[in-house]
């Protein structure tokens, strides 16, 4: 650090020049004052070259006026640095109007940082996933200055033709972006996700059928019809989705959900029962809340000690044996996936949704074989697909987190941006190379 402070300071004393090769590192460009402030370092600097021709009538120009703009740079020597471009506004001589100059190497149009300090900034947000506040924090200058760039040069990668190409298993899934307005109305998106590659294709807002059909409709008939697999929750939308736009796809319903489904019925089962035998809400003496745990664990997992327990907890609290119906109810919901060969699986789920559904059931019983009777396609196919709505899930985290480190993203199109970059797997090698948006 001692070292670097003294060849600042002798630069910066002797040889202004060779600050500007360290700092700039730009061909073409003069160095006409170097300053430190103490807070900041800035550079000012004025482009040199062949004079343009006026681009209305190619005829010479001359100066008319020199800008100073300034753009934030990437920190040096430990602090923040500012570039100051004194902008050359060229005139016509024959009254064509005038122009001023651009310099990509220097900085993209309309944006207030300097050409590299953007892309590292693209890289360190959408990449590392990082707060667009800490990086402003970094190079201090203004969240939006930040945003902007990212904004700017990430719509370029997103935008690849070829960050993503034919996919063999679709999947879709839902995740609740930020509430809004005084009221904190729920605004939803839904991934579009490649689940074999654990990829995220696109974000689309709500979580109604029509996003997602638009976006499909986007892509070419060649690729929607290369759609083997197309997995989901148990969603009617989706469903929807998938009937419209891919109908020769088969569809797999998620088998988390489907377990997940049969739980929720037990344990609205267990409380239902519970309030009608003790005329109140579980409490920690109650033999059915002291069982609610026990109750949705898998079967297997429970020792000697634990199963014990467990039935005797329901001989206390269940006198009609409606919540031991719906336990055996979710334990054969979970043995669907227990079973290695197609036929018998179809058979066993379409089995499974008629002894649900018998009136002697507990509603709630029947109410998830009435379900199980709607997905009975779904569910089966799982067995011949082996594919589930995991993946979407693990892009659905990634998309989170970034979501927990903005504190928030009330900008649809920002949102969409961070995440593409973060989990949509673009190509980084292209960034040093794109022209800004």
């Known amino acids: 650090m001692f070292k670097a402070v003294e060849i600042r300071e002798s630069l910066l004393v002797a040889d202004p020049i060779a600050m ?6 730009l061909g073409e460009v003069t160095v006409l004052d170097v300053t430190d402030t ?6 000012t600097v004025e482009t040199r070259g062949r004079r343009p021709e006026c681009p209305a009538c190619e005829a010479p120009v001359v100066v008319k006026d020199r800008d100073r703009v300034e753009l934030t740079d990437l920190p040096c020597f430990g602090q923040p640095a500012v570039l100051v471009w004194r902008k050359i506004r060229w005139g016509c001589l024959r009254g064509c109007g005038s122009f001023t100059e651009q310099a990509s190497e220097i900085a993209a149009s309309r944006l207030r940082l300097t050409d590299r300090a953007a892309r590292w900034a693209t890289v360190q947000v959408g990449r590392h996933g990082r707060s667009v506040s800490e990086v402003a924090k970094d190079l201090d200058c203004s969240w939006h200055a930040v945003m902007d760039a990212v904004a700017a040069y990430g719509q370029v990668l997103i935008d690849d033709p070829n960050r993503f190409s034919d996919v063999a298993a679709l999947g879709l899934d839902e995740t609740l972006r930020c509430r809004l307005g005084k009221w904190r109305r729920q605004a939803w998106t839904t991934q579009i ?7 995220l294709l696109d974000v689309v807002e709500g ?22 697999w197309a997995t989901l929750d148990l969603s009617g939308p989706y469903r929807k989705v ?7 796809a088969v ?19 267990r409380r239902r029962v519970q309030n009608e035998t003790l005329g109140h809400r579980g409490r920690k003496d109650d033999p059915l809340y002291r069982a609610r745990r026990l109750l949705t664990k898998a079967h297997e997992r429970l020792d000697e000690r634990g199963d014990a327990k467990l039935r005797g907890l329901l001989r206390a609290g269940d006198p009609h044996g409606e919540v031991q119906m719906t336990w055996h109810a979710k334990e054969t919901t979970r043995q669907i996936y227990q079973i290695t060969d197609c036929d018998l699986a179809a058979e066993f789920v379409h089995q499974l949704a008629d002894d649900l559904r018998d ?7 029947r109410s998830l074989g009435r379900t199980i009777a709607r997905w009975r396609d779904q569910i089966v196919a799982w067995h011949r697909a082996r594919v589930s709505n995991g993946p979407t899930e693990a892009v659905n985290n990634l998309v989170k987190r970034i979501k927990r480190v903005s504190f928030g993203i009330t900008n649809f199109r920002n949102y969409r ?14 960034l040093a190379t794109v022209t800004p948006r």
């Open 359 to 365: 009136d002697s059931m507990p509603e709630e019983a």
């Open 242 to 248: 998938f009937d419209t736009m891919v109908p020769d």
């Open 207 to 228: 979580r109604s059928a029509q996003g997602p059909i638009d976006w499909l409709a986007n892509q070419s008939q060649a690729w929607r019809d290369r759609i083997e």
């Open 417 to 430: 941006i961070r995440a593409l970059l973060y989990a949509g797997k673009p190509n980084w090698d292209l």
């Open 251 to 269: 569809q797999v319903a998620d088998p988390f959900h489907v377990v997940r489904l049969a739980n929720s019925k037990l344990d609205e089962c």
């Open 38 to 43: 103490g807070s900041r370092l800035r550079v």
């Open 20 to 25: 500007c090769e360290l700092l700039v590192g």
């Open 193 to 199: 996700v490649d689940v074999e590659a654990g990829q």
